[in-house]
């Protein structure tokens, strides 16, 4: 049985191999075609513990264009507020027999150990601070097409990476495949021991950026931070808010990347997210949707439906 529970793991040729079909579906997309004989019979469960707006919605727009019957569980009305395990609610959702679950939790692990009760294949949409591996995918099949290549490229992920599921999966997507990657953020949101994982570490933004083809902003995730830890945001985006005078150390060509959702003026100034010289926020949100079908795809491959 396959499943997606993290980046950490993959081998180079299987990350080529979802980013190229990715890249069909990009093509695909843009037609406005769709291929809705690949999963027709099959049923897609998001099931989603925490907020979302990008990863909910294209993992529901992925299943829709390749035929699946998807169903969206809202956890904020469903029967884990009266009290019900997530192992109680995934058996539940297991006796449904879906054929793929898709999975977001505040919780680190939480999608590996539903893995190991339920008979769908069980995609990470996001464990607490651990990884979010369709980002990672994502965010690189748009480095891919902007920069051509993957491999050799100086890649800043910036920001609070201590709290980012999203900085964890993308460091180990780059470096696996062959970027020189920095992190660059404040000692206080810099985790111990990333240094291990194949990353050089500054604390200053400026030095960070230096030279570097692609930039990764972070959101602040203040609702992971202990209460009175977080830091002012007006101060914060002196020192790491990105705007176009701390830019100017990257490449002149240099793209902006952020997951969202962004924090104007925090991590990010408003006129740099919104550069079309830099930016490929919106990008990135499209190859979202392309991402999660060729996820979808390998998985249900060979994959017998869960049939009673
Ligand atoms: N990047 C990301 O995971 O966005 P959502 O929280 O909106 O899904």
Request: proline content about 4%; aromatic content about 2%; hydrophobic content about 40%.
């Amino acid at each position: 049985k396959k499943h997606l529970l993290a980046i950490e793991g993959l081998e180079p040729p299987a990350i080529s191999q979802l980013l190229d079909l990715a890249e069909s579906y990009v093509l695909l997309n843009r037609s406005g075609k769709t291929q809705r004989d690949l999963l027709r019979g099959r049923t897609l469960i998001n099931l989603f513990f925490e907020d979302s707006t990008r990863t909910r919605t294209s993992f529901e727009l992925a299943g829709k264009r390749l035929g699946a019957d998807v169903i969206n569980m809202s956890v904020s009305t469903s029967s884990v507020n009266k009290g019900e395990t997530l192992i109680d609610t995934a058996a539940t959702l297991n006796a449904m027999h879906c054929d793929l679950l898709v999975v977001r939790h505040d919780q680190s692990g939480a999608p590996n150990l539903l893995a190991q009760i339920v008979d769908a294949a069980v995609i990470n949409a996001g464990d607490g601070t651990h990884e979010h591996p369709t980002q990672a995918l994502l965010d690189a099949l748009t480095i891919k097409r902007r920069k051509g290549r993957i491999a050799g490229l100086t890649v800043a992920i910036c920001g609070d990476v201590t709290h980012s599921r999203v900085a964890r999966s993308n460091i180990h997507l780059l470096t696996t495949m062959g970027c020189q990657v920095r992190v660059v953020g404040p000692p206080t949101l810099i985790p111990a021991g990333v240094a291990d994982l194949g990353v050089s570490v500054f604390h200053d933004m400026a030095a960070g950026l230096d030279g570097v083809d692609v930039v990764m902003t972070l959101r602040l995730q203040r609702e992971r931070m202990a209460r009175g830890l977080v830091p002012s945001a007006r101060e914060y985006f002196r020192f790491y808010g990105l705007d176009h005078e701390k830019l100017a150390r990257a490449r002149p060509d240099a793209i902006v990347m952020h997951p969202g959702p962004m924090n104007r003026g925090v991590e990010i100034d408003s006129a740099v997210a919104d550069d079309p010289a830099h930016s490929v926020i919106k990008e990135q949100v499209e190859m979202g949707v392309a991402v999660r079908m060729a996820v979808l795809d390998i998985l249900s491959r060979g994959q017998g439906r869960n049939e009673p």
